[in-house]
């Protein structure tokens, strides 16, 4: 037999690996942490593949897609027994999923009624003839992730209210501030200005740090950090989750409370973005542990899973219209993740299922779209849950919004100070 050159062969290894981004390559994980390259454990003795994962995993497979890119994990949340496996202990890009680790992680620091609070303060004094703030107004800015342009809006009524229609100084901006879910503080206060209703004579004057200064004119007290993290998780709004992340230490903070609150290995998870943006790893056993340290701490505070998550076909957000037959609306409460190149695509759900016979299932399933249909995927999901439940003796809905019903809308409060 001819041997082959050693070159040739390494060429042809590196070809096979899967596609990865550009980021992923360039860092300290690689290659450990690829998709679909950690050893498989041992399943227990009295595992039996459930039949729909089986037609799952055929469905992927005549689509022609390689089934070492996608993992599933789903176990009993009473008493912890797996009723599907596959690939369940890959590292996988989650996506947005990686928003309950970040709910987690802010609620286990901040706790659920925390707000937050921006400050608006004068330097100067208000005439009551021209109606203008001899100085500065100074934005103080508190990180507040859910500060709307409604909010814009009731300021600017507010500081009418005090006599100021105009500033002959400034807008002096402190800290990092966020308006209508824009993640850059120069384009919020772009936002802030066309909606407030007040003029200014002078430039803008961003200061990344600093403290208050001049009279408290005007505050604005977001809603519980509880409602933000269910909007969150409902609209899946990247800012709101890298601002909370920030509130608490970073991603670094978010990874050391998923080690120490869930049991995670510190090898095990990465995390670039606390909003789940780009490259992010988890697997989806490890996925559900963070889902049942999450449910742990909300049953802490008398909480359901749907009060941080949406219910798939009742609920307005990500999963407004899945599962939305009128047997399966209202059986899933999950959290979706979705990314169109990143590790050539994600489609990923994770959250919990209501089944007659088996009770809450905790489930995790990531897809790797190897740069085809997203949408696809997301429909072999639903039909891999919609089939699982029926195995399970059928779904049992819960008929009940989650709070998000109320209108859909984050409530804050503006206070005008005496």
């Known amino acids: 037999m001819k041997k082959v050159p050693l070159l040739f062969l390494l060429f042809l290894t590196a070809c096979s690996q899967p596609v990865l981004d550009e980021m992923e390559v ?7 942490n690829r998709i679909g390259m950690r050893a498989k454990a041992a399943y227990p003795q009295n595992y039996v593949t459930p039949r729909s994962l089986t037609e799952f995993s055929s469905r992927l497979a005549s689509e022609g897609r390689d089934l070492s890119q996608h993992g599933v994990y789903i176990e ?48 100067g004094e208000i005439s009551p003839v021209s109606g203008e703030l001899s100085g500065d107004l100074v934005l103080f800015a508190g990180r507040d992730p859910a500060f709307s342009i409604s909010d814009t809006k009731r300021v600017g009524e507010a500081l009418r209210s005090l006599g100021i229609r105009q500033v002959a100084g400034s807008l002096v901006v402190i800290g990092d501030f966020s ?29 990344p740090e600093g403290s208050p200064r ?11 950090l509880l409602h933000i993290v269910q909007y969150l998780n409902a609209h899946s709004v990247n800012s709101i989750a890298d601002l909370l992340a920030a509130h608490i230490g970073g991603t670094q903070s978010v990874k050391r409370i998923l080690v ?34 999450l449910f742990g701490r909300l049953k802490r505070y008398d909480l359901d899973p749907q009060a ?6 009742v609920d307005a957000g990500t999963l407004a219209r899945r599962f939305t037959e009128r047997e399966f609306a209202g059986s899933v409460i999950a959290k979706t993740g979705t990314l169109y190149t990143t590790d050539t695509g994600v489609a990923a759900l994770a959250g919990v299922i209501h089944t007659r016979d088996k009770g809450d299932l905790l489930f995790a399933i990531y897809d790797s779209a190897q740069y085809r249909r997203i949408q696809y995927l997301r429909n072999a999901q639903d039909d891999f849950l919609k089939a699982l439940m029926n195995e399970c003796g059928g779904p049992a809905p819960s008929r009940e919004h989650s709070m998000t019903h109320n209108f859909d809308k984050l409530q804050s409060n503006v206070t005008i100070s005496e």
């Open 26 to 32: 360039r860092n300290d994980f690689a290659p450990k």
């Open 76 to 123: 009993s949340f009473e008493t912890g027994e797996p009723i599907a496996m596959m690939n369940e202990d890959v590292l996988f890009n989650p996506a947005s999923v990686m928003k309950l680790a970040t709910t987690l992680a802010a609620l286990e620091r901040l706790g659920p009624n925390r707000a937050f609070h921006t400050d608006f303060l004068g330097t």
């Open 179 to 207: 308006c209508n879910f824009k993640p850059r503080t120069d384009e919020s206060i772009e936002i802030f200005l066309k909606n407030v209703g007040v003029g200014f004579r002078g430039p803008v004057k961003f200061e």
């Open 214 to 224: 001049g009279r408290l004119l005007v505050t604005v007290e977001s809603d519980s």
């Open 260 to 293: 120490e609150t869930a049991g995670l290995a510190p090898e095990d998870v990465r995390i670039s973005r606390a909003s789940g943006l780009e490259v992010n790893r988890l697997s989806p056993r490890d996925t559900v542990k963070v889902l049942r340290a």
């Open 308 to 313: 941080v998550m949406a219910i798939a076909g």
